[in-house]
């Protein structure tokens, strides 16, 4: 999924690491699950996987079942540590990631620099996210997106945005041990905005940003660790480990 301009071409799968070395092939659900998408997935306050408040997203979502049957093809849910201290906000999954994974950030190229960057800073146990089977763990850190469910070429539309912010908000205030938001791009900032009651204008985005949330609460701002941004130079390697170095150390957490 990317945050500033769109892909040329939908988004294949991860190959390659941000450091030039090669990843294995990603499991699709159907290699996690024997009949395809799981039947049965536990409903949360936070979490409905069967969805369809956006009928334009639901539409497409049971398009790409259609076109893709071994696909997650489901609002995908947050992933990490249940009491976290710091919440990871990205923007929605992408079509051959998240949306093919069920787990976020991962599939396609935008997850290869985040889970890179938790791994180095002790927030995973692993370098890569390859499935939902992978064993991959988060450390004090979770995952979650702005828009659970894949939108038609990448954009999600305000409305949607909004739909979808009830399940944001409710995770924000179910989480209570979270001390640092970090969001992942612009649209990720103002979805964090929107669902703390915050107003946009009083907290204007820029990478590397902090805001006050709240007592116990900060937003951390950084540019979407897109394939876009990271192969345009607009977010590094090192400024993406600084951002997110700076918002363990905003959390309490030790480096
Ligand atoms: S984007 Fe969110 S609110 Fe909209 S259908 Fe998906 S899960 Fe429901």
Same mark, same amino acid.
């Given at each position: 999924? =990317?945050?500033?301009?769109?892909?040329?071409? @939908?988004?294949?799968?991860?190959?390659?690491?941000?450091?030039?070395?090669?990843?294995?092939? &990603?499991?699709? @659900?159907?290699?996690?699950?024997?009949?395809?998408?799981?039947?049965? $997935?536990?409903?949360?306050?936070?979490?409905?996987?069967?969805?369809t408040?956006c009928p334009r997203l639901a539409e497409f979502l049971a398009e790409?079942?259609?076109?893709?049957?071994?696909?997650? @093809?489901?609002?995908?849910?947050?992933?990490?540590?249940? +009491?976290?201290?710091?919440? $990871?906000?990205?923007?929605?999954?992408?079509?051959?990631?998240?949306?093919?994974?069920?787990?976020?950030?991962?599939?396609?190229?935008?997850? $290869? !620099?985040?889970?890179? %960057?938790?791994?180095?800073?002790? !927030? @995973? =146990?692993?370098?890569?996210?390859?499935? #939902?089977?992978?064993?991959?763990?988060?450390?004090?850190?979770?995952?979650?997106? %702005? /828009?659970?469910? &894949?939108?038609?070429?990448?954009?999600?539309?305000?409305?949607? $945005?909004?739909?979808?912010?009830?399940?944001?908000?409710?995770?924000?205030?179910? !989480?209570?041990?979270?001390?640092?938001?970090?969001?992942?791009?612009?649209?990720?900032?103002?979805? /964090?905005?929107?669902?703390?009651?915050?107003?946009?204008?009083?907290?204007?985005?820029?990478?590397?940003?902090?805001? /006050?949330?709240?007592?116990?609460?900060?937003? &951390?701002?950084?540019?979407?660790?897109?394939?876009?941004?990271?192969? =345009?130079?607009? !977010?590094?390697?090192? #400024?993406?480990?600084?951002?997110?170095?700076?918002?363990?150390?905003? +959390?309490?957490?030790?480096?």
């Amino acid at each position: 999924m =990317t945050e500033r301009g769109r892909p040329k071409s @939908a988004v294949a799968p991860a190959s390659r690491t941000v450091r030039g070395t090669r990843t294995p092939k &990603v499991a699709g @659900a159907a290699d996690l699950f024997a009949s395809g998408r799981p039947a049965k $997935i536990p409903r949360t306050s936070c979490y409905d996987p069967d969805c369809t408040r956006c009928p334009r997203l639901a539409e497409f979502l049971a398009e790409t079942h259609h076109k893709y049957p071994d696909y997650w @093809a489901r609002p995908v849910p947050s992933f990490g540590s249940a +009491a976290p201290k710091l919440l $990871i906000v990205g923007l929605a999954p992408g079509m051959h990631g998240a949306n093919r994974t069920g787990r976020p950030f991962t599939g396609d190229f935008a997850g $290869i !620099l985040l889970y890179e %960057t938790l791994h180095e800073l002790g !927030l @995973a =146990t692993r370098s890569e996210s390859l499935s #939902m089977t992978d064993g991959l763990e988060l450390r004090h850190a979770r995952i979650a997106n %702005t /828009v659970k469910c &894949v939108p038609p070429e990448n954009k999600p539309l305000p409305d949607e $945005i909004r739909e979808c912010n009830a399940y944001l908000r409710t995770e924000l205030e179910e !989480l209570t041990s979270v001390r640092v938001v970090l969001a992942l791009g612009r649209i990720a900032h103002d979805g /964090v905005l929107l669902a703390s009651g915050l107003r946009r204008s009083r907290y204007p985005f820029a990478h590397a940003r902090e805001h /006050v949330l709240g007592p116990e609460r900060h937003l &951390v701002d950084s540019y979407h660790c897109s394939r876009y941004n990271t192969q =345009t130079r607009v !977010l590094t390697a090192r #400024m993406f480990k600084e951002v997110v170095a700076r918002a363990c150390e905003l +959390a309490g957490l030790p480096r």
